[in-house]
């Protein structure tokens, strides 16, 4: 809630000094570890639900597990505890992350025990989804697990492997379990379904659309989006629209218009996006280009980690 909690971890100086000192805040790694905070995500989640039992309640609960802290090297994947995966043969980076699985996995299962312990589980609302695909970080492979299966890219990509994530809801007086949806739906549906559920009116400055129709089955009642849009400032600038089956992607936005590479997929022919169509299909890529410019809503931002408060344009 905006609370600054500091870690008891603590980093050894160098001749004096902090060697992270001028990097950003919450680089670095430290030296003396006393404490690891998914451990300190439990403990709160588990006070918070306890504490407000008779109440009604919203925890908003983001694990950063299985971030990796990009600062260790080589093992930006190192965990507290290795468990039973110590003893394998895989690269120590490998151990982290299945270890990290493994405790988010646990956590989930403690946190569902404790709503049940406390009789509150039939009527409380559980969502579980992930920011994005599988990183490729502090020397995780994501082929070491095929953790994005047949789909083509990882984390930072526009390609499903990217921007395809889990998305689970636990609600047993209202969603029939063992139930699936093939309808698509985008983290800005969130907001507007939470004002849905409580009746809440949903913020006029959103795209997002109320999934509650199809929790609660009700598909015929379920208003769907025209399109979606993603964009991405790093590595050269990303664009992408998924409309209908047909999802398009523009590469090194932010580079001179020969070095642009303009990417058109059929889902429905094509779901691992191995083929590029665009030269098939002029008129889609016309259409698509257009969306491109009127999706997108300019805007200034601040630099994050500068003394600098003047905005700048964004790089589109």
């Not at 290795?82 to 043969?89: K, M, S």
């Not at 988010?104 to 409380?124: F, R």
């Not at 490729?136 to 492997?161: I, L, P, T």
């Not at 047909?246 to 218009?257: C, F």
């Amino acid at each position: 809630n905006g609370e600054k909690v500091l870690l008891k971890n603590k980093i050894n100086w160098v001749n004096g000094k902090d060697p992270w000192e001028g990097h950003p805040e919450g680089t670095g790694v430290a030296d003396v570890r006393e404490e690891y905070v998914h451990d300190l995500f439990d403990r709160e989640a588990i006070n918070y639900i306890e504490s407000n039992k008779d109440n009604k309640f919203f925890l908003y609960l983001a694990y950063n597990v299985p971030h990796a802290n990009n600062e260790k090297k080589p093992d930006g994947m190192e965990v507290d505890n290795y468990h039973e995966f110590a003893d394998t043969d895989w690269p120590i980076q490998e151990k982290g992350f299945a270890a990290m699985m493994q405790n988010l996995d646990n956590s989930v299962g403690m946190i569902l025990a404790k709503l049940k312990e406390l009789n509150i589980d039939k009527n409380t609302m559980v969502v579980f989804c992930s920011d994005n695909g599988p990183h490729q970080e502090g020397g995780h492979m994501v082929d070491f697990f095929d953790s994005n299966g047949a789909k083509r890219g990882s984390k930072r990509d526009f390609y499903d492997g990217g921007v395809l994530t889990p998305f689970i809801v636990r609600w047993p007086d209202q969603v029939t379990a063992g139930t699936q949806s093939d309808h698509v739906a985008a983290f800005w549906d969130v907001l507007p379904t939470f004002c849905d559920i409580t009746g809440i009116q949903k913020p006029a400055d959103t795209d997002g659309i109320s999934i509650l129709p199809t929790l609660l089955n009700k598909t015929e009642d379920q208003k769907k989006h025209d399109y979606l849009y993603w964009e991405f400032y790093e590595q050269g600038g990303k664009q992408a629209i998924l409309k209908g089956n047909w999802k398009a992607i523009r590469l090194n936005v932010r580079e001179t218009a020969e070095k642009q590479i303009f990417e058109l997929y059929d889902l429905g022919k094509d779901p691992e996006e191995t083929n590029n169509v665009a030269e098939l299909h002029p008129e889609l890529v016309k259409e698509f280009n257009e969306l491109f410019i009127s999706a997108r809503q300019e805007f200034s931002v601040t630099p994050l980690f500068t003394k600098d408060t003047k905005s700048v344009e964004t790089p589109f």
